[in-house]
């Protein structure tokens, strides 16, 4: 009986709570078949297409693990590997920093606050290929505005896009300029949420602008803080398409500027060999989940819920 | 705080979700039956420019064959072979279509297209035999023809006459030779101007592979197994050819390219000559600056005369449902009648013997009938079933050269050993 009893009552909650269920499966229905259809079912046939050497029109062998042998002896991977990094390494802290310290200037109380924010957002809203175009032409060396203007004051300035030890720079100079509005959206939402009263009690108490930001704008933002850098340093090492249309085939700069991406476009879809190209994207999934496992265990230390 | 977060992911995510999905949505369509029973073959191209051209010769092939309508359906090159190779896995390829020396050896070896070999031998229409043998040769694999030559494309030296006129040089006349060219580009160059004699580029077919056979050399081996470049000819050209730039300084050096292509130099007027294919007129004739300045001239002659020449086909696909039709309108595309249509829109040489002086005749603004006489001593563009590979495994090598980074001759013998591995698993 106690037996019965217990699968009654069992019975009587999963009615309820299984419409419930039922309701909330429906309404994340269409973001999980978005997700599946276009991130995950492709996101394993990659991983699939990774062990084989890929023909013409969908005829592929199973080569097993040749594609990362190849992988490892590879000397440009290596280097792409290297490139990729040093992007990240350079973009992604700039970029944290400068749009923190320009969301709070932007949530201050002033006049055409909301122009000055549309301004910094720009960036993000233009296609990415038209912002490469642009900086393509205030880059160049014998005409480009940059160029000029350091002439002016009696610069010669470098080849900013030909010359393979300055060429990185400049395409740095653009991942920055271009991630900062909407990296300074998200931390103004950030900061808005922080109650006015801290503040208030810490003029009160006689606490220095400088020490406010210290003390509870930093800690009080980091949760957003974390999502912006987690969310930057994935798309930094997935840089590609500032530097495809930066650097040409035949620029001398291109071994020191290719990223991982940019190698995988190349390999699968100039050379064709798509079982090449998988294998090298998933070095670059790789790469990004120990950087992102990494994080999260990081951030106990620093992130302030 | 960490709502607002999640709120904002599922809409970024959906947003691209849908953005992929309409996107997505681009037109895919192959030969169908009309409502009346008719048949309705497409036919695949690329080029817009010749567009109306195509759809004249479609005309003449309607009129012929009542009952079948063809559809020439324009993609931009950029997406015409991603789509073409999407649309032959998908077994929903065009019923005709334009195919390309370097595509043709990867498609005619997969059975995507039809083979015309028989087809071709019962014709009354089509005669291999009036067309160029190297061209006819792009597209036959493994004995059999996959393709009929529509047209073809040779490379051409253009000049700027008003910087001709300036420096006091005269024009290239078709009895230039290496010295002569060399010196009058010395002639040319200013820089205190910032004008160059000449932009020699990291290009094969605009650049350094003419010079390679006018000098005796050969990129391929005949049999195509072995690459050429370790050759004392092909060496000796690509010294000569990186010089030009590096030593004699009469070209923009590679890095001045990467910022600035070879065409933009020669179209805003600072270099004084170029390498250019046939297929730069119509770009040519819309820019003001070289309409108005610039002309084009048989290429200078090294050891030997030679210029690279290349072509496309038409090709039909292997698994249309509309076999006979497909095959009637390809052999239309291949006969005298059509390739004199093709001629009078004057965008593209014909390929059928005896066509192009139709089209020499609606060329006036250039001098663009030499395109067509240096035929007769023209080299087929060096081409294999690998070329994409060994030919980016070239470029990629020569940059050490051509940056000044690495002797020529030490690079030479790299690419050599690249390309022959390349070579080596085609077999």
Not at chain 2, 117 to 131: E, R, Y
Request: glycine share 6%.
């Amino acid at each position: 009986m106690t037996f019965d009893g217990k699968s009654t009552t069992k019975k009587k909650i999963s009615k309820s709570t299984l419409n419930e269920w039922m309701w909330g499966y429906i309404m994340i229905l269409p973001t999980f078949i978005g997700l599946m259809v276009l991130n995950i079912i492709p996101a394993i046939q990659t991983l699939i297409l990774s062990f084989q050497k890929s023909g013409s029109f969908g005829k592929s062998t199973w080569t097993g693990l040749d594609n990362y042998k190849k992988l490892f002896q590879d000397p440009n991977v290596l280097q792409a590997t290297y490139n990729t990094f040093k992007y990240a390494i350079l973009v992604v802290p700039a970029t944290a920093i400068i749009s923190l310290v320009v969301a709070v200037l932007l949530n201050k109380k002033m006049k055409g606050v909301s122009v000055y924010r549309t301004i910094y957002f720009l960036p993000m809203v233009a296609a990415p290929a038209a912002i490469a175009m642009v900086w393509r032409w205030l880059y160049n060396s014998e005409y480009g505005l940059i160029n000029y203007t350091l002439s002016l004051v009696g610069i010669k300035g470098p080849n900013w896009i030909a010359d393979p030890n300055v060429a990185l720079i400049s395409i740095v100079i653009i991942g920055i300029w271009s991630t900062i509005g909407y990296n300074m959206i998200l931390l103004l939402a950030g900061l808005q949420e922080i109650p006015r009263d801290y503040y208030e009690a810490a003029n009160i108490d006689g606490a220095s602008p400088i020490r406010q930001f210290f003390k509870i704008t930093i800690p009080l933002v980091s949760p957003t803080m974390f999502f912006v850098v987690v969310t930057s340093i994935m798309s930094a090492f997935q840089v590609f398409d500032v530097i495809f249309m930066l650097i040409d085939q035949g620029n001398p700069a291109i071994e020191k500027t290719q990223s991982l991406v940019y190698l995988f476009y190349k390999h699968s879809f100039i050379l064709n060999d798509k079982g090449y190209g998988a294998a090298i994207i998933m070095l670059l999934l790789a790469i990004i989940m120990v950087v992102t496992v990494i994080q999260v265990k990081l951030q106990k230390k620093w992130v302030n819920y | 705080m960490k709502k607002s977060i999640k709120k904002l992911i599922s809409t970024v995510l959906a947003t691209i979700a849908l953005g992929s999905v309409l996107t997505g949505c681009g037109g895919t369509n192959s030969g169908s039956k009309s409502s009346s029973g008719n048949v309705t073959l497409t036919y695949g191209i690329w080029d817009k420019n010749q567009e109306p051209g195509m759809r004249k010769m479609a005309d003449a092939f309607e009129a012929k064959n009542p009952g079948i309508k063809v559809n020439v359906e324009v993609t931009a090159w950029d997406q015409y072979w991603t789509k073409l190779d999407a649309a032959a896995t998908g077994g929903s390829l065009p019923d005709v279509f334009w195919m390309h020396s370097s595509q043709s050896a990867r498609y005619a070896s997969n059975s995507i297209l039809m083979d015309l070999t028989d087809k071709i031998k019962g014709s009354s229409l089509v005669d291999m035999k009036k067309f160029p043998s190297g061209l006819v040769n792009l597209y036959v694999d493994g004995g059999k023809n996959y393709a009929i030559p529509k047209d073809y494309d040779t490379i051409g030296l253009w000049y700027n006459k008003k910087l001709f006129d300036e420096a006091g040089v005269a024009y290239p006349n078709e009895n230039w030779t290496w010295t002569e060219f060399l010196a009058a580009a010395k002639k040319l160059t200013n820089a205190e101007k910032g004008i160059y004699g000449f932009g020699a580029p990291m290009d094969l077919q605009q650049g350094f592979d003419n010079f390679i056979f006018q000098n005796g050399g050969k990129v391929l081996s005949d049999d195509k197994t072995k690459s050429g470049f370790d050759t004392k000819e092909v060496k000796d050209a690509m010294q000569w050819y990186v010089d030009l730039s590096l030593k004699e300084k009469v070209s923009p050096t590679q890095t001045q390219f990467a910022e600035n292509n070879y065409t933009t130099f020669f179209e805003s007027g600072k270099t004084a000559m170029g390498l250019f294919g046939s297929w730069m007129l119509s770009e040519f004739a819309a820019n003001e600056n070289v309409a108005k300045n610039c002309d084009v001239a048989v290429l200078p002659q090294g050891k030997q005369r030679a210029t690279l020449y290349n072509g496309l086909g038409n090709a039909a696909s292997a698994n249309t449902a509309h076999k006979e039709e497909a095959w009637k309108f390809v052999e239309f595309l291949g006969s005298e009648e059509a390739n004199k249509i093709q001629a009078e829109s004057g965008v593209a040489i014909p390929a059928y013997e005896g066509t192009s002086e139709a089209w020499m005749k609606t060329q006036t603004k250039f001098n663009s009938k030499v395109y067509a006489e240096m035929l007769k001593y023209a080299v087929i563009n060096p081409n294999s079933k690998e070329a994409v590979k060994w030919q980016k495994a070239e470029t990629e090598t020569l940059l050490k050269a051509f940056t000044g980074k690495a002797p020529v001759n030490e690079t030479c013998d790299e690419v050599a050993k690249k390309v022959n591995e390349i070579l080596a698993t085609e077999k």
